[in-house]
Nanobody, 115 residues
Framework: QVQLVESGGGVVQPGGSLRLSCTYS????????MSWYRQAPGKEREWVASFSAYSTVPNYANSVRGRFTISRDNAKNTMYLQMNSLKPEDTAVYYC????????WGQGTQVTVSS
């Protein structure tokens, strides 16, 4: 059974940093595309960053490139999102997703950027 659990959200001031974690179980990383998405209040869920299946090359949305870094630790079954230089517009619930023949989602973790 595939499970994804996000953690690490919180409240941070503009310019600050947070590191999100997504711990997964029930599958091996290889063969799955792994992604971070976010959803701000009143907006649609948007893609943030990802690894394609069988690839170690990260991909980023233009809005976060240069500020966010996606990484993973296969030994710990965990994917990370290091978020630096945070802006108020980064405020959202952040979700991790695993996708192969279908999509699997975590429950989300709230990130609030506010002074």
């Amino acid at each position: 059974q595939v499970q994804l659990v996000e953690s690490g959200g919180g409240v941070v001031q503009p310019g600050g940093s947070l590191r999100l974690s997504c711990t997964y179980s029930g599958f091996t990383f290889s063969g799955y595309a792994m992604s971070w998405y976010r959803q701000a209040p009143g907006k649609e869920r948007e893609w943030v960053a990802s690894f394609s299946a069988y690839s170690t090359v990260p991909n980023y949305a233009n809005s976060v490139r240069g500020r966010f870094t996606i990484s993973r630790d296969n030994a710990k079954n965990t994917m990370y999102l290091q978020m630096n230089s945070l802006k108020p517009e980064d405020t959202a619930v952040y979700y991790c997703q695993a996708r192969r023949d279908r999509e699997y989602w975590g429950q989300g973790t709230q990130v609030t950027v506010s002074s």
